[in-house]
């Protein structure tokens, strides 16, 4: 019993140390601790000494990895879904936590930053750029051409501004 103990205790170490470094969901700590050879058993009571004490939480850990991921790396609903399903997020809270986002927002978002290291390209290489970039993000075709062509638009405007002044 003192051993059982003992390796619940290590466990419990090991995953508050796992969790020092980041927030994990439910899925990382069990596969975590599988990794490391603890028993089911053991496994399974870490897991809900965790929960109990609030140190896992699905459905905060999803809003805060799409919140943390559109401010530092921004990628359409369909990417956020597939990182969350990986992660062991259940659908349903994944679909409650994207219904507030468009993918029209955060393709302008993702390609923000981008703009101005593209900006002295040819017209054929900055709509490369841009298209690959996006559809690397996860955007469909469409979002990908509306965003290109709010650009477009925008570019020629201030060239016309500029032939004025």
């Known amino acids: 019993m003192v051993n059982k103990n003992k390796t619940t205790a290590q466990a419990l170490n090991k995953a508050l140390n796992y969790l020092s470094y980041q927030a994990r969901t439910i899925q ?5 601790l599988k ?3 603890f028993t089911k058993d053991i496994v399974e009571k870490i897991i809900d000494i965790l929960l109990d004490q609030n140190y896992l939480n699905d459905k ?7 919140e ?3 401010k530092t790396k921004a990628k359409s609903k369909f990417a956020f879904e597939y990182e969350l399903r990986q992660k062991g997020i259940k659908p349903s809270d994944i679909e409650d936590l994207l219904k507030v986002y468009d993918d029209q927002s955060l393709a302008l978002k993702a390609v923000g930053s981008k703009i101005k290291t593209w900006q002295n390209l040819t017209m054929d290489k900055f709509k490369k750029k841009m298209m690959n970039f996006l559809r690397y993000r996860g955007f469909n075709y469409d979002i990908c051409l509306s965003t290109l062509n709010l650009f477009l638009e925008s570019k020629l405007s201030k060239k016309e501004e500029d032939c004025e002044n």
């Open 60 to 66: 905060e850990f999803a809003k805060l990895f799409i």
């Open 35 to 37: 990794k490391k050879e």
């Open 28 to 32: 990382e700590m069990q596969n975590y």
């Open 68 to 70: 943390t991921r559109i």
